[in-house]
């Protein structure tokens, strides 16, 4: 079973400031982790994932995140958040290639303050 | 970019009633999702479909739930006897390939009011 919390409900950050939104995991094989962000009356959008490689991957509109294995975390932040940014977050994971299958957290709230 | 397109954007329908919701993939993409996310909960995966055929499904896709690729273009969740607790926002999504390599677009959803 595999299984995902975002524990905060909602994060409040003054535009400029760095940001970040908390992720944590559970997965018994290898985890296949996502983030994405949902704009109000839209869909979700892929921002970045995680497969193999490099600790620190970048995703769009300057977002990354950093995987840490041994605290099975996966914190997606941003140096300097915009007004724009505010929506709401979900991270994702899956543990086998099905990316379609993927387990979601319960979602994140950003606000971003002028 | 490219859109998956969803439509109606809202629907309401009566305890008992049918429902198909539609969605209209990303052109060159092969694979297709359906997931729901009640109100306040997390989104959830209901079943993934690939060569005319359901691939993966949910526990919670039963047998009220079936997908249909009518056409080249379509992709339909229909509902055959909704329940009030079929009541959520359904999105579609759609990708050119399966594995965690390819990226999931969704569309903006469809918003099922059952009552």
């Known amino acids: 079973a595999q299984s995902v919390a975002q524990p905060e409900d909602q994060v409040n950050v003054a535009e400029g400031n760095p940001l970040t939104v908390k992720c944590t995991y559970s997965v018994s094989g290898n985890p296949y982790l996502f983030w994405y962000v949902q704009y109000p009356n839209r869909g979700l959008q892929f921002l970045l994932k995680y497969i193999t490689g490099d600790n620190l991957v970048k995703g769009s509109y300057g977002f990354e995140a950093e995987f840490n294995k041994s605290q099975t975390s996966f914190h997606l932040k941003k140096p300097s958040a915009l007004v724009s940014d505010s929506a709401l977050y979900f991270c994702a994971v899956s543990d086998n290639t099905n990316a379609g299958k993927s387990t979601f957290g319960d979602g994140t709230t950003l606000t971003v303050k002028p | 970019e490219p859109e998956v397109t969803q439509t109606p954007s809202h629907q309401v329908t009566q305890m008992g009633q049918e429902v198909i919701l539609r969605c209209v993939p990303i052109s060159n993409h092969l694979y297709f999702y359906w997931y729901r996310q009640i109100l306040g909960q997390k989104v959830e995966f209901l079943v993934s479909f690939y060569n005319n055929e359901i691939s993966e499904k949910s526990e919670i896709f039963d047998d009220q739930f079936s997908v249909e690729r009518p056409d080249g273009s379509n992709f339909t969740l229909k509902i055959r006897s909704t329940k009030l607790e079929d009541s959520a926002m359904y999105f579609c999504?759609?990708?050119?390939?399966?594995?965690?390599?390819?990226?999931?677009?969704f569309g903006s959803g469809t918003q099922l009011s059952v009552l």
């Open positions: 999504a759609s990708s050119a390939g399966q594995t965690t390599n390819e990226k999931l677009f």
